[in-house]
């Protein structure tokens, strides 16, 4: 019953946004006044890993399954938002070195956006999945202003997402490489502890924002660290990867170890916000990703410490907001959505 209440059917014309991930993708439907018509995810199978071909029928079918699912007919789509995971470049091409998704050499240098287009027969929009949720945590933050209104997201998962959304867009950069915000160097005075080692991040940069606040640096370089300050603590008798993913259940406990991991990484993303303060100046800096999923206590603490170690000028406290934004897991879907609605208002 909840599934078909949750259902709607357009009444004007509709985009439609599909997320490309390692396993699945998910599709919404977005219509021309702004509303999504499902409020769920709605998932198949990805296929990524058997290569281009199945994973670009896969998508097709995705995009076939949700029309069905919403009763819109297909005369009725304007055009497809399309999200994979990077790199790639602005226009869709998966980097000539693949990816973590893309391993399989045919991905190699693979136009997925124009696979897409031409299997389908419509304008295929493309974004990154980092720079498609951080345009959706905009749209959601600002609704009815969104067009008017700059942002800035950062979002905490395995590695460190986000983008930067300026007027309602978000910024692409010539190859597509903007908003890379986990691989921006951050000062490290008074993030890291006098004896700490400088942590390194998988893209080879030393102390950058991904390297303290993301999954992977707890299991790398926070942990590590923090467990041989705290010898007797019940985590270190566990793999450190198992341990890594059981610390937010401890931070929500407000254990001393996990408190001091937790602060460690809403320093670094304070640090980074500064950084965006003088670059950018946003309206506002969002915050998603596992954290926005913990406990409101603890959640609204990760916000204020990220919100106390952000420098700004008197001017930009006056106007600027922080906020957690929720829903992420549709993010991708719901992000490629709204660049392929505003593609199509901008004629
Ligand atoms: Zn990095």
Redesign the pocket.
Known sequence: MDQLESVRTPSSWVVVGLDNGGTCNNATVLDATGQFLVDHLVENPSLVTEGPESAVESLAEAFENIIELTSTPRTLVRAVGLDTPGPASATGVISSKGGTNFGHVSWHGYDIRGALESRIGLPVIYNNDANAAALYAHHRHFGADAMTRSSVSAIVGTGLGGGVVENGRVIGGAAGMAGEL??VQIPLHDVLEDDQPVPA???G?EG?V??IASLTAIKNNLLPYWLKRFPEHPLAAEPLAKAAKKLRAYGEKEDPLAMAVFGQQAKAIGKLFTIAANFTDPGAYLLGGGVVEAAPRFRQWFLNTVREHTQLRQEQQAVASFALVADLDMAGARGAAVAALERVNAG
């Open positions: 986990g691989h991040c998988n893209c940069f950058d991904e390297s």
